[in-house]
Structures are given as structure tokens and as C-alpha cells.
């Protein structure tokens, strides 16, 4: 069945660096979702990606999704301490009935 | 307003018990969901209902059951529990299958 992989599962920065995280699924995608959650709470949603080499921003950060609709990217500039939590992407299932979730970068930002 | 609640936000039990957690959304959503996220934080879905019917059920054990007496409510009974079972349950809502979800704030479960 569909798998999504996400990369890295943490990452600890200074504040100002930039960051990464990577998404990649075994199969096609209609479209993909990210979320953040914070520590503590629940899943909030993003940003959803559904066009081949679609590129789209909000403030700081930047999501792609790849040419293939394969695999996808959110890249944070210059972070800063409240961009602190766990990104995930998340893909449908092959039925379409829900969504499978990557496993999440956590992010720590260091001041 | 909250648009997707759960009740508790805390359970605290012994292996055995029977126990069940409520979810009410106030978006109108036709589907509503069951995430399981574990202590690695990995997100798995468990259970899914569009307009009170069952469309996904999991590879989860059978002491798990949902029940959506409408579209806006979703409920999770679990029967003697487990230290394995201990989790924090998300409810989901979205206006379609696949669609963004809208998550409640969770069920920190913990079986001792």
C-alpha cells in the first residue's frame, strides 16, 4: 500500500538557520498535505500541494511538491522559536478515504 | 468556538477497564476520523466514517469500537484495555473523504 517517508525525524538548529524537511511517497499523489503540531497539541494544517512542480509560499516558509508528485519539500528560512514542533506530511491512502501521515521532523530551535 | 472536541482531554485507567472517548465537530463535515498518535509520534489512522457509515477500519483489535450516531459525532469504545493501548487518541474531522483534516485536541490515554 502508499507509504510516505519522511526525513529527517529531528532537527535541532540555532535560531536564524535555515530548515528542511523531506517528504517522499512510494507511489502517485493526487495531492500532499503538511501540518505542524506543537508540543502539546494537536495536528494543524499548512498548506495542501496539488499540481506537478507546484511551489508555494507562506511568510518564511516554502513547500514544493515534485515533478513527479512523488515527493515533497518544506523549507523554513531563518527560523526562529516559535517554528518549534513536529512537521508532518501527509498523502492519501490509495482508497482516497483519509490520509496516510510521514512520521514527522521534529524541529527544536535554540535561541 | 471549538470546532472539533473531545472529551476527555485526560484518561487515566488500569489494564481491563472499559473505557470511551467522545468527539463532536461543529464544522459539518461528512467524514470524521480516528487517529492514533504513539509515544514516536507517528499518526496512524484507525477508523474512518463518512455520513454515519464505515469506510475505513484498520488492522486495529477488536476491542476497538466506533460508533457515529450522526455525522457530527464519532465516539470510541475500547474494551479491556491494554498497556499497549496507551496513546493519545485524535478525532479528525474533513468536509470529504481525503480532505484537510481538523483535528480535536486528543486523548491522552494511559493504561497502567
Known amino acids: 500500500g502508499q507509504q510516505v517517508m519522511q526525513i529527517p525525524q529531528y532537527q535541532h538548529v540555532q535560531e536564524g538557520e535555515d530548515f528542511t524537511t523531506y517528504c517522499n511517497s512510494s507511489t502517485t499523489l493526487s495531492n500532499i498535505q503538511w501540518y505542524k503540531q506543537r508540543p502539546g497539541g494537536h495536528p494543524v494544517f499548512l498548506i495542501q500541494?496539488?499540481?506537478?512542480?507546484e511551489v508555494k509560499k507562506q511568510k518564511r516558509l516554502t513547500f514544493q511538491f515534485g515533478e513527479a508528485k512523488k515527493n515533497s519539500s518544506l523549507h523554513i528560512t531563518a527560523t526562529q522559536t516559535t517554528d518549534v514542533g513536529t512537521y508532518f506530511c501527509a498523502g492519501p491512502r490509495d482508497s482516497g478515504y483519509a490520509l496516510n501521515f510521514g512520521k514527522g521532523t521534529s524541529l527544536l530551535v535554540t535561541p | 468556538d471549538t470546532a472539533v472536541s473531545q472529551t476527555p482531554k485526560y484518561l487515566v485507567t488500569q489494564m481491563g477497564n472499559d473505557k470511551s472517548i467522545k468527539c463532536e465537530q461543529n464544522?459539518?463535515?461528512?467524514?470524521m476520523y480516528w487517529y492514533k498518535q504513539d509515544s514516536k509520534k507517528f499518526l496512524k489512522i484507525m477508523f474512518s466514517?463518512?455520513?454515519?457509515?464505515?469506510?475505513i477500519n484498520e488492522t486495529v483489535p477488536n476491542r476497538f469500537s466506533p460508533k457515529s450516531p450522526d455525522k457530527a459525532h464519532l465516539n470510541l469504545h475500547i474494551n479491556s484495555l491494554e498497556l499497549g493501548d496507551s496513546a493519545v487518541y485524535f478525532c479528525a474531522s474533513s468536509l470529504s473523504p481525503g480532505g484537510r483534516l481538523y483535528f480535536g485536541p486528543g486523548t491522552r490515554l494511559t493504561v497502567t
Open positions: 500541494l496539488v499540481k506537478s512542480g
Open positions: 466514517y463518512n455520513n454515519k457509515e464505515l469506510i
Open positions: 464544522l459539518g463535515h461528512d467524514t
